[in-house]
Nanobody, 115 residues
Framework: QVQLVESGGGLVQPGGSLRLSCAAS????????MGWYRQAPGKQRELVARIISGGNTNYADSVKGRFTISRDNAKNTVYLQMNSLKPEDTAVYYC?????????WGQGTQVTVSS
């Protein structure tokens, strides 16, 4: 069984920064893909950023140049550094892990960007 626990959300002013963390526990394989999704009120959940084995990453166009995803395999933890935050980044952010045909989700952490 895989469990994902997110942390680091909160309230920040426009232009500010936050760093999200997601710690995975259980049987985690190095080739697993990990990422962050977000869901704003009234909208569908969308991919924010993803990192796969070997360190390859991909980002939503809306966050390119502002967000950076990274991964510490020794700690089974994935991070999302969010800079230059905008009000439209407000959402619940979910950690995601995929391996062996299974997909796992964290409970979500709220990010609110407001003055």
């Amino acid at each position: 069984q895989v469990q994902l626990v997110e942390s680091g959300g909160g309230l920040v002013q426009p232009g500010g920064s936050l760093r999200l963390s997601c710690a995975a526990s259980g049987s985690i394989f190095r080739f697993s893909g990990m990422g962050w999704y977000r869901q704003a009120p009234g909208k569908q959940r969308e991919l924010v950023a993803r990192i796969i084995s070997g360190g390859n990453t991909n980002y939503a166009d809306s966050v390119k140049g502002r967000f950076t995803i990274s991964r510490d395999n020794a700690k089974n933890t994935v991070y999302l550094q969010m800079n230059s935050l905008k009000p439209e980044d407000t959402a619940v952010y979910y950690c995601n892990l995929g391996q062996l045909g299974y997909t796992y989700w964290g409970q979500g952490t709220q990010v609110t960007v407001s003055s």
